[in-house]
């Protein structure tokens, strides 16, 4: 059993279990394990198996310096959701598990003109008609089905592909992480089936705690920062959560099928079936990692055809003159190159981000020009009814590769949320705050009540102390369509 005595504190937001706690057992320990987390949220941490999931992640082939978990941690498949660990390019493997089934789950911010008096008259349309458009729910998908082929071109061509074709602007490419494309995916490496299952669902909400809320700006913590970000007090904007969908999900359940028998070929042996990895450089490894970039050049397609839907229901409703403009989107469950200074020398490594996501400093060249000089967007979305955050990247997040949390995290299963708690019960007493609430099904309300989910404030607050990320503005929501 572990316990709080087996911790090291480093500071108030950071706790270590040295490499030593485990080397005598069969999976021994390579490098220690972090958390970053309050002393009271470390209590927290013990209700599930996050801490045994994250010592098991410290025994992945190749992993260097740290195994990290962020305050949002929780319980998942394999390593926590809330991991972050990178492994070397030259001698390592790369872990599916370790990534997550919802490849490139992530969030995207638009920005209105807009103050929240001048759209509170049209809240409730906006809200509904966002919903008509959208499909959400699992296995929902769009009416019209793209041809496999056409799936080809999104999963090679990623937003860009998109915008080519006049769905987004070229501010939509340059406002993306990565440009909204891995340059390294192809196609050829995605299975019919998975491709099959994604061909009607380009601009979909999808399940679980995906969602678009309208939300307005409640607080400036950062006013330099704020209006580079082109952020103001009580502006309307919309946050889009959402990922892969069944594709991404098949591409993961795919490779995992290929890993866990070929692990035995390359002699690797890990603590659970949920750990297959295989070489990075390995043929099975390099399949993967392609097709990981695929799905997650569909994802970000997925959310820049929500975008231009949201944004036909926005004109339709307040005028053609009116727009929202993409701020930014950041992938969550990615695994990708990277370079850091290990032992004074420079060393290419695979962070593996599932969970968590990534914090890049000012000045650092990936990410747009017009950020660089105060860091890139971070956006941090609160559970349903609670606030959300958007931080900008700092050069103290070095010490986690530059990554931070990705959310609030759960406390409770969607099973046990469902038992204590009603969907209508939910909804009322978000309707008692003002906030609207779209969702077909009040089990999905359920699943996501807030109740399930830490306090994002206390996880948002030990990132900005920590340094893994700094607070610019915090988002109150006023409307919510649910994924189902």
């Not at 492994?87 to 638009?110: E, Q, Y």
Request: net charge positive; with cysteine; hydrophobic share 35%.
């Amino acid at each position: 059993m572990i316990s709080k005595k087996d911790f090291v504190k480093i500071n108030n937001y950071l706790w270590e279990i040295p490499k030593s706690f485990r080397q005598s057992a069969s999976w021994r320990m390579r490098v220690p394990a972090r958390i970053y987390t309050s002393e009271k949220m470390l209590e927290e941490i013990f209700r599930d198996r996050s801490i045994p999931q994250l010592l098991n992640g410290t025994t992945l082939p190749g992993i260097i310096k740290y195994a990290i978990a962020m305050p949002d941690c929780h319980e998942g498949y394999s390593v926590p959701i809330g991991f972050v660990g990178a492994i070397k390019t030259s001698d390592g493997v790369i872990s599916p598990g370790a990534c997550g089934f919802d490849i490139n789950c992530g969030m995207r911010l638009l920005k209105s003109n807009q103050v929240e008096k001048e759209i509170k008259p049209y809240l409730e349309k906006l809200a509904t008609e966002i919903q008509k458009e959208i499909p959400s729910g699992l296995g929902r998908g769009r009416q019209v089905k793209l041809s496999v082929k056409q799936i080809d071109k999104i999963l090679d061509g990623g937003v860009s592909r998109l915008v080519g074709q006049g769905y987004g602007e070229k501010e939509d490419v340059i406002n993306c992480e990565a440009s909204g494309r891995l340059d390294w995916a192809d196609a050829l490496v995605v299975s019919e089936r998975a491709k099959n299952r994604g061909r009607n669902q380009v601009g979909t909400l999808g399940s679980g705690n995906h969602f678009i809320e309208i939300q307005k700006v409640a607080e400036i913590f950062d006013e330099k920062t704020a209006k580079v970000f082109g952020l103001f007090k009580d502006q309307i904007v919309l946050m889009i959560h959402t990922g892969s969908r069944g594709l991404g999900h098949q591409v993961c359940t795919d490779y995992l099928r290929t890993m866990i028998p070929a692990m035995a070929k390359y002699k690797i042996k890990m603590p659970e079936r949920e750990f297959a990895c295989c070489p990075f450089n390995s043929s099975e490894g390099q399949r993967y990692f392609k097709a990981m970039a695929s799905a997650a050049n569909y994802a970000w397609a997925n959310r820049q055809m929500i975008t231009y839907y949201t944004r036909l229901v926005w004109k339709r409703i307040l005028g053609e003159k009116e727009k929202l403009d993409l701020l930014y989107d950041v992938a969550h469950n990615i695994i990708k190159k990277e370079k850091y200074k290990i032992d004074e020398k420079e060393t290419e490594v695979i962070v593996h981000r599932k969970g968590a996501t990534r914090a890049f400093p000012p000045g650092h060249l990936e990410i747009p020009l017009k950020y660089q000089e105060v860091g890139q967007p971070v956006l941090i979305p609160g559970s349903m009814g609670t606030a959300s955050y958007v931080l900008a990247g700092q050069k103290t997040g070095e010490q986690a590769f530059y990554s931070t949390n990705h959310g609030a995290g759960r406390t409770m299963s969607r099973h046990e949320a469902m038992r204590r708690v009603s969907g209508q019960t939910v909804i009322n007493e978000l309707k008692q705050k003002g906030i609207i609430v779209k969702c077909f099904s009040t089990r999905g309300i359920a699943e996501e009540a807030p109740m399930a989910y830490k306090d994002v404030d206390e996880v948002v607050e030990v990132v900005h102390q920590a340094g893994l990320s700094k607070k610019v503005a915090k988002l109150a929501p006023l409307a919510v369509i649910k994924g189902e």
